[in-house]
Every structure is written in structure tokens, then in C-alpha cells.
């Protein structure tokens, strides 16, 4: 059932945040508005303790929309949709700062990225050893929601 309950909210976010920019270019077809040419970026992250996406229940889920502009309720989506352009949208390329000093605690955080980037479906999970090395990962503050 948690797994259902999961997918059903990650699934709603998703569509929120794909489908909510993209009106704007309907209305922009029809005469409605100004017209949008750009490949869309919308994305739903959630966070939860465990060590697999299944398994997790999540406990946060932000939206981060990076195209035409840094919206969602991502706490730093300007800073967050700059650094994934500056990564060309490849997660596994944010890697961890040196300036920052976690413990060793094993509560493992699992995070998924579901959504569009730049117009092509992605859909990612990364696990953590905890909270504080999630945080570490990446400058302008992806992981930090």
C-alpha cells in the first residue's frame, strides 16, 4: 500500500510539474500569449530514510521547474537549476564538496528524481549514508530540500 501511495504522489507531482509550464505554450499556439520555443525542464524530487526507493517511505517531495525559468518548491531552484545546466542534467556528475564534514552515522536517505529535463524523460534514485552527506552533494543545493 506505501508503495501504491508513493507512486500515486510522485505520479500527481510529476504531472503538476510537467503539465503546468507546458500551458503556456498551448495558449501560446492558439494566439493566447507569446509564443515558447524551449524544451521543457520539470522535475518532482522526493526524500525518504532507507535503502531503496520501493522500500522508503517518502517524507519530503519538491518540485523544481528550470525551464523557461527557476520555479517549484525546490527552497533554491534558481541555484538548483544552475548547477544541473552546469552539469548538462546528469546527476551522477554533482559530487561531493570537500568543505564539508559529515559523521559517519548509517541512516541511509534514498532520493528519486522523476520528470523531464531539457524535453527527455529521466528517472533517477541515489542513496546516501545519511542526511548531512545528501546535503554535501552538488553547490547549488539539488539535494538540499
Known amino acids: 500500500?506505501?508503495?501504491?501511495?508513493?507512486?500515486?504522489?510522485?505520479?500527481?507531482?510529476?504531472?503538476?510539474?510537467?503539465?503546468?509550464?507546458?500551458?503556456?505554450?498551448?495558449?501560446?499556439?492558439?494566439?493566447a500569449g507569446p509564443a515558447v520555443l524551449y524544451a521543457p525542464s520539470a522535475l518532482v524530487l522526493t526524500m525518504g530514510h532507507g535503502d531503496d526507493a520501493a522500500l522508503a517511505t517518502p517524507e519530503r517531495a519538491v518540485t523544481l521547474t528550470c525551464a523557461p525559468t527557476s520555479s517549484g518548491t525546490h527552497p533554491a531552484a534558481a541555484e538548483a537549476c544552475a548547477e544541473l545546466r552546469g552539469v548538462g542534467g546528469d546527476f551522477d556528475a554533482l559530487t561531493a564538496r570537500d568543505d564539508v564534514l559529515c559523521n559517519k552515522l548509517y541512516?541511509?536517505?534514498?532520493?528519486?528524481?522523476?520528470?523531464?529535463w531539457q524535453g527527455r524523460r529521466v528517472s533517477y534514485e541515489r542513496v546516501f549514508s545519511n542526511e548531512c552527506v545528501k546535503d554535501s552533494y552538488g553547490y547549488g543545493g539539488v539535494f538540499t530540500f
Open 107 to 116: 541512516r541511509p536517505v534514498v532520493v528519486t528524481i522523476d520528470g523531464v
Open 1 to 31: 500500500m506505501r508503495n501504491t501511495a508513493r507512486w500515486a504522489a510522485t505520479l500527481g507531482l510529476t504531472a503538476t510539474a510537467v503539465c503546468g509550464p507546458l500551458t503556456g505554450s498551448a495558449l501560446a499556439a492558439h494566439g
